[in-house]
């Protein structure tokens, strides 16, 4: 079964340190990988995506085939990075675009 | 225009009321979506719409039934709900559900609330 799992509810670091958000994915096959952050009171809006490999307001994720994960890193937390994020998965082959979202992880960036 | 967007942003009915709410995109998008998410849950997908044909149903309770009148608009009209539906409900598009790399851009949302 296609799944996608987020271990922390809640992730709170201070201002500067580093910061990783762990996701690790079940699927038989090739997934696409996301991320997806959702700011208070904005719309939820793409972070980033494994194919593309680039880095996006300081964070990088990198696709581990061989543990199933795409953990999330910034080196350098700031508090705008508080939001809630959630990494999200998409079959390359079926199900029209259908998104298999985690729980999410409440990153929460203290002065 | 390279948003979605959502009317209304708020809804207030009683379980005997008959509503819809109507997302827009002219991203020229040929997939939309609807969601339902609940505070700080992420978003389940209720219905996909590809190329304006129904492709997914995820056995969304009747009460709630999606139209796609043309490639740029969807609705969804909600009839007798009930108090457990109250939500932010979240549409979406992407480009093509069938290519790789399709990011959904999300709307602001419609927060429906059940008396």
């Known amino acids: 079964a296609q799944r996608v799992t987020q271990p922390e509810k809640l992730l709170s670091v201070f201002k500067g340190a580093p910061v990783e958000l762990k996701c690790n994915y079940s699927?038989?096959?090739?997934?696409?990988l996301f991320w997806y952050v959702q700011y208070s009171r904005q719309r939820l809006q793409l972070l980033l995506r494994?194919?593309s490999r680039e880095s996006i307001k300081g964070f990088t994720a990198d696709l581990n085939k061989g543990e199933t994960s795409f953990h999330l890193k910034k080196p350098f937390a700031q508090e705008e990075d508080s939001a809630m994020y959630y990494c999200a998965l998409s079959s390359l082959y079926n199900q029209g675009g259908k998104l298999i979202f985690g729980q999410g992880t409440e990153l929460s960036v203290k002065p | 225009d390279t948003e979605v967007t959502q009317t209304p942003k708020h809804l207030v009915m009683g379980m005997t009321n008959k509503k819809s709410l109507k997302c827009e995109q002219h991203?020229?998008?040929?997939?939309m979506y609807w969601y339902k998410q609940k505070a700080k849950k992420p978003p389940e997908l209720m219905f996909v719409y590809s190329y304006e044909k129904l492709s997914i149903n995820e056995s969304v309770p009747s009460r709630f039934s999606p139209e796609c009148p043309n490639s740029s608009l969807l609705n969804l009209h909600l009839h007798a709900l009930q108090p457990e539906d109250s939500a932010l409900y979240l549409c979406?598009?992407?480009?093509?559900?069938?290519?790789?790399?399709?990011?959904?851009?999300f709307g602001p949302g419609t927060r429906l609330t059940v008396l």
């Open positions: 979406a598009s992407s480009q093509d559900p069938w290519t790789s790399g399709n990011e959904q851009f």
């Open positions: 699927y038989s096959g090739s997934p696409e």
């Open positions: 991203m020229g998008h040929r997939a």
């Open positions: 494994h194919i």
